[in-house]
Nanobody, 115 residues
Framework: QVQLAESGGGLVQAGGSLRLSCAAS????????MGWYRQAPGKQRELVAD???????NYADSVKGRFTISRDSAKNTVYLQMNSLKPEDTAVYYC?????????WGQGTQVTVSS
């Protein structure tokens, strides 16, 4: 059974940094795409960033230059380094992986940025 374990959320002041981690277990083959989405109250879930098996990265315009996504394929883990955080980054952040034809989501981790 595939499970995603997220960590690293919390409360930070504007301008601060956080690093999110998501480790996938129960997977025997390489993961195609690993990424992060977020959902703020009253808003739709949106892509933050994702990274393919060969390292191609995709970022939302709102986080370009501030967030960096990376992965350790040997550990089936994806990271999101978030710098220069803004109050509008406040949301629940979800890890998402694409493995073959299947998509899996983490349970979410809260990120709150105070002004």
């Amino acid at each position: 059974q595939v499970q995603l374990a997220e960590s690293g959320g919390g409360l930070v002041q504007a301008g601060g940094s956080l690093r999110l981690s998501c480790a996938a277990s129960g997977i025997s083959r390489s993961i195609n795409v690993m990424g992060w989405y977020r959902q703020a109250p009253g808003k739709q879930r949106e892509l933050v960033a994702d990274i393919t098996r060969i390292g191609a990265r995709n970022y939302a315009d709102s986080v370009k230059g501030r967030f960096t996504i990376s992965r350790d394929s040997a550990k089936n883990t994806v990271y999101l380094q978030m710098n220069s955080l803004k109050p509008e980054d406040t949301a629940v952040y979800y890890c998402r992986i694409v493995h073959g034809l299947d998509v899996y989501w983490g349970q979410g981790t809260q990120v709150t940025v105070s002004s």
